[in-house]
């Protein structure tokens, strides 16, 4: 069983298009979040969400709006993609003070 | 700037050789985690530390948290093709809202 499943794993898309990334954690976590890892492999985080409720939000333009429908789901929409949203794009979940579960990635590519 | 620097940035190393990776910060953290993270995949977590001094095994690797916990370091002993991978630091504490956030990471080759 799959912990903290996301879904694409690969997605290819023109600039200017709206995509959406879903994401599902069965481990009955109460936080979730959405990183973003670039061409480095820097893992940067981009929203936290705990019960639902938005906590983090990093400096992320305003095309990027996470939805929250229950505890167990954070899906990442992007509206009006552009070159540099190209990158791996983590889910994961966590415990207060426990170690987060990522999920496998996304790896979107605009072109 | 980044919160958590990690060095070094790459190490190639080969099969039976030991080493050390280091990741530093001049904020101190209330946690600190190490993860590896192989090709394709997420990161997956090692160990977590959260006391100055703290050292912790998981068999060839040993994990120690600074006296002032503001930095940590990952040592491999007899390193395997199997230790391939991404290592990652991260850190929780009063600067980040007791949120992770994650090192530069290091990426090492162990080769056959």
């Known amino acids: 069983d799959t912990a903290v499943s996301q879904t694409p794993k690969y997605l290819v898309t023109q600039m200017g298009n709206d995509k959406s990334i879903k994401c599902e954690q069965n481990l009955g976590h109460d936080t979730m979040y959405w990183y973003k890892q670039d061409s480095k492999k820097f893992l940067k985080i981009m929203f936290s969400?705990?019960?639902?409720?938005?906590?983090i939000n990093e400096t992320v333009p305003n095309r990027f709006s996470p939805k929250s429908p229950d505890k167990a789901h954070l899906n990442l929409h992007i509206n009006s993609l552009e070159l540099g949203d190209s990158a791996v794009y983590f889910c994961?979940?966590?415990?207060?003070?426990?170690?987060?579960?990522f999920g496998s990635g996304t790896r979107l590519t605009v072109v | 700037t980044q919160l958590l620097e990690q060095s070094p940035q790459f190490l190639s190393i080969q099969e039976g050789e030991n080493l050390t990776v280091y990741c530093n910060s001049s904020s101190v953290f209330s946690s600190l985690q190490w993860y590896r993270q192989e090709p394709g995949e997420g990161p997956v977590l090692l160990v977590t530390v959260v006391t100055g001094g703290e050292v912790k095994k998981l068999k060839r690797l040993t994990f120690q948290f600074g006296d002032a916990r503001k930095d940590s370091s990952l040592h491999i002993t007899a390193a395997q093709p199997g230790d391939t991978g991404l290592y990652l630091c991260?850190?929780?504490?009063?600067?980040?809202?007791?949120?992770?956030?994650f090192g530069t990471g290091t990426s090492l080759t162990v080769i056959p």
């Open positions: 969400y705990n019960n639902k409720e938005l906590i």
């Open positions: 991260a850190g929780a504490g009063p600067n980040t809202g007791n949120q992770f956030y």
């Open positions: 994961a979940s966590s415990q207060p003070r426990l170690g987060y579960t």
